[in-house]
């Protein structure tokens, strides 16, 4: 079965996003760009939140054709355009959206057969509200966080509402330059 990882930037006091959703203090350099390019680019699913996917849609799919693209927007922009994208929502309509599968009901159902199916870990980018709902499902089997070096007081936390403890197990950190560093962790099931 395939697993799912959970992707986020987090503040230091837990926080993926501001009050109002702002992420404007999300650090990011070139270091970070080819070492995160690389795992996700063995990646062939990545699922998100309406909202998430709504700025994902609006940037990428024509950003490695701006005059200031990067080797990260050519490279990521080409990576967004064949993977397969899972959307959970219950409002946005739009099947003719390639390599783009729209879940608006029975959620834990329709990933479990996309879980099923061959291929890579599924990636969940960013996605608060997509993420909780898969927490109380149950169904994060890990979580690749980089750890931004602020407090932000208040925001939308990434663990939230959660029922019961969850056992996490340690598989690497890193410390980048621009101050990140990351905790790659598994759900421990026993």
Same mark, same amino acid.
């Given at each position: 079965?395939?697993?799912?990882? %959970? =992707?986020?930037?987090?503040?230091?006091?837990?926080? #993926?996003?501001?009050?109002?959703? /702002?992420?404007?203090?999300?650090?990011?350099?070139?270091?970070?760009?080819?070492?995160?390019?690389?795992?996700? %680019?063995?990646?062939?699913?990545?699922?998100?939140?309406?909202?998430? =996917?709504?700025?994902? *849609?609006?940037?990428?799919?024509?950003?490695?054709?701006?005059?200031?693209?990067?080797?990260?927007?050519?490279?990521? %922009?080409? !990576?967004?355009? $064949?993977?397969?994208?899972? #959307?959970?929502?219950? %409002?946005?309509?739009?099947?003719?959206?390639?390599?783009?599968?729209?879940?608006? *009901? @029975?959620?834990?159902?329709?990933? @479990? /057969?996309?879980?099923?199916?061959?291929? /890579? *870990?599924?990636?969940?980018?960013?996605?608060?509200?997509?993420?909780?709902?898969?927490?109380?499902? $149950?169904?994060?089997?890990?979580? !690749?966080? =980089?750890? $931004?070096?602020?407090?932000?007081?208040?925001?939308?936390?990434?663990?939230?509402?959660? @029922?019961?403890?969850?056992?996490?197990?340690?598989?690497?950190?890193?410390?980048?330059?621009?101050?990140?560093? /990351?905790?790659?962790?598994?759900?421990?099931?026993?």
């Amino acid at each position: 079965m395939r697993k799912i990882i %959970s =992707f986020m930037h987090i503040s230091l006091d837990g926080f #993926v996003a501001g009050p109002n959703g /702002e992420m404007n203090w999300i650090k990011f350099d070139e270091e970070m760009f080819d070492y995160i390019g690389k795992r996700i %680019s063995r990646g062939d699913t990545a699922l998100y939140g309406r909202i998430t =996917f709504q700025m994902m *849609e609006n940037y990428w799919p024509t950003a490695a054709n701006k005059p200031t693209a990067t080797k990260h927007d050519i490279e990521h %922009s080409a !990576w967004y355009s $064949n993977v397969q994208k899972v #959307v959970l929502s219950k %409002s946005l309509q739009g099947s003719a959206l390639t390599n783009t599968t729209i879940l608006s *009901e @029975n959620f834990a159902d329709r990933i @479990n /057969e996309i879980r099923q199916q061959p291929g /890579e *870990e599924i990636l969940v980018f960013g996605s608060p509200t997509a993420t909780h709902s898969l927490m109380q499902l $149950n169904i994060i089997d890990g979580y !690749w966080l =980089f750890v $931004n070096p602020i407090i932000l007081g208040r925001g939308i936390p990434l663990f939230a509402d959660i @029922n019961d403890k969850v056992k996490l197990n340690l598989l690497n950190t890193r410390k980048f330059t621009c101050g990140v560093t /990351e905790l790659n962790y598994t759900v421990d099931r026993q």
